[in-house]
Antibody, heavy 121, light 107 residues
Framework: QVQLVQSGAEVKKPGASVKVSCTTSGYTFTAYYLEWVRQVPGQGPEWMGSINTFSGDTKYAEKFQGRVTLTRDASINTAYMELSRLRSDDTAVYYC??????????????WGQGTLVIVSS | EIVLTQSPGTLSLSPGERATLSCRASQSVSASYLAWYQKKPGQAPRLLIYGASGRATGIPDRFSGSGSGTDFTLTISRLEPEDFAVYYCQQHASSVTFGGGTKVEIK
């Protein structure tokens, strides 16, 4: 079955960087885009960006442009999200999600379990 | 950026009742680009509806979606105990944005 397994919780100081991994199984890694979404407690989800796992091309939300970097290593079916210059308001649960495209609809149909990132001095 | 406004913020209902959740977009969104997700504490979001009205795999038929333009609706025909959760709409017509959510709680 399709699985996305993310790396464990992180505690970081303001100004530092964090790198979260998302290892997939049960499907062809390069056949689907991977999306990254975060959720700050008490708020709605927030899209950060997506990566074409075949080509490595990326697209970032304007809010995170310049601070987020999405990469992948297709040899080990793993994608990464690195967020730099962390602030306290980056404290959130970070998710990866597979994008399944059905005609023009995007389906974020399978999700990782989430990675809690706490930014605190 | 397309802003999605969900209402009400909280819906207090009993099991067996009908739930009607609204999602209003700040500009017109093609129905193809509108989805709904369910979120429970400690769990990842779960896709319910795509393309405004298509049910995702494994989603019970008590969940239905409708709408067009700027107004979309998620309806749960008869609430089951496991349906009490937070629901989010999402669009990908222009970048990707989510609404602020509607919490469906037990009355």
């Amino acid at each position: 079955q399709v699985q996305l397994v993310q790396s464990g919780a992180e505690v970081k100081k303001p100004g530092a960087s964090v790198k979260v991994s998302c290892t997939t199984s049960g499907y062809t890694f390069t056949a689907y885009y991977l999306e990254w979404v975060r959720q700050v407690p008490g708020q709605g989800p927030e899209w950060m960006g997506s990566i074409n796992t075949f080509s490595g091309d990326t697209k970032y939300a304007e809010k995170f442009q310049g601070r987020v970097t999405l990469t992948r290593d297709a040899s080990i079916n793993t994608a990464y999200m690195e967020l730099s210059r962390l602030r306290s308001d980056d404290t959130a649960v970070y998710y990866c999600a597979r994008r399944y495209q059905l005609m023009s609809a995007w389906l974020f149909d399978c999700w990782g379990q989430g990675t809690l990132v706490i930014v605190s001095s | 950026e397309i802003v999605l406004t969900q209402s009400p913020g909280t819906l207090s209902l009993s099991p067996g009742e009908r739930a009607t959740l609204s999602c209003r977009a700040s500009q017109s969104v093609s129905a193809s680009y509108l989805a709904w997700y369910q979120k429970k504490p400690g769990q990842a979001p779960r896709l319910l509806i795509y393309g405004a009205s298509g049910r995702a795999t494994g989603i019970p038929d008590r969940f239905s979606g409708s709408g067009s333009g700027t107004d979309f609706t998620l309806t749960i025909s008869r609430l089951e105990p496991e349906d009490f959760a937070v629901y989010y709409c999402q669009q990908h017509a222009s970048s990707v944005t989510f609404g602020g959510g509607t919490k469906v709680e037990i009355k």
